[in-house]
């Protein structure tokens, strides 16, 4: 079945070190987001990409960076300039931005944990 | 610019009653309108969409919205619900004209079903 694979589920760093998050997917889509998700704060846009080796800030890029080599991966570093990083971190995938017909497929997320 | 307030942050409910999801948008251009669900550790689904046409959507999960252009809401409704539908739901919206066509997210309403 084709789907969102974020890896790993829970992941644990000690505060100052950098840490990538794995977003693959199998959808052939060519848009892929990620969001941090904050209790009571919903979901806010951090990175998004549209097409291989393009990729614009969202809401809160700072002490985030992306790459996006390859259709089907758009990994998520989170450095140590990042404030505040513990979160529920998700990826989504959809056709295009702005084909609202397709809707945004999610991964089933990463708990990111900084101590 | 545009903003979503979903009017509920948490919603107590009995198995088999009814239940409305209140969702309201503010935007300057016309919007699409979609409902997300949000199961436990999960990443999000969507539920329903309003593109155009019919002001009733019919979701999974037998669920279902009414877009009121009026009133800018998008309530969400259950006629029944069952405790498997104990989850998270998001009401986002976007604008359908322009460059910016990014989602906007509500902060969510959290979902009850006791037995």
């Known amino acids: 079945d084709g789907g969102i694979t974020q890896s790993p589920k829970y992941l644990f760093r000690k505060e100052g070190q950098n840490v990538t998050l794995s977003c693959e997917q199998n959808l052939n889509h060519d848009a892929m987001y990620w969001y941090r998700q904050d209790p009571g704060q919903g979901l806010r846009l951090i990175y998004y990409?549209?097409?291989?080796?393009?990729?614009q800030k969202g809401d809160i890029a700072e002490g985030y960076s992306v790459s996006r080599e390859k259709k089907e991966s758009f990994p998520l570093t989170v450095t140590s300039a990042q404030k505040n990083p513990t979160a529920f971190y998700l990826c989504?995938?959809?056709?295009?931005?702005?084909?609202?017909?397709?809707?945004?497929?999610f991964g089933n997320g990463t708990r990111l944990t900084v101590t | 610019a545009q903003s979503v307030t979903q009017l509920d942050s948490q919603v107590p409910v009995f198995e088999e009653a009814p239940v409305e999801l209140r969702c309201n948008y503010s935007?300057?251009?016309?919007?699409?309108l979609f409902w997300y669900v949000q199961y436990p550790n999960q990443g999000l689904q969507l539920l329903l969409k309003y593109l155009s046409g019919s002001t009733l959507v019919k979701g999974i999960n037998g669920f279902e919205a009414e877009f009121n252009k009026s009133q800018t809401s998008f309530h969400l409704r259950k006629p029944s619900v069952h405790i498997s539908d104990t989850a998270e739901y998001f009401c986002?919206?976007?604008?359908?004209?322009?460059?910016?066509?990014?989602?906007?997210w509500g902060l969510g309403t959290s979902l009850a079903v006791n037995p």
């Open positions: 935007s300057s251009v016309s919007v699409y």
């Open positions: 989504a995938s959809s056709i295009p931005t702005g084909n609202y017909n397709s809707p945004l497929h």
């Open positions: 990409s549209q097409i291989v080796n393009d990729f």
């Open positions: 986002a919206v976007a604008p359908n004209a322009g460059n910016n066509r990014k989602l906007i």
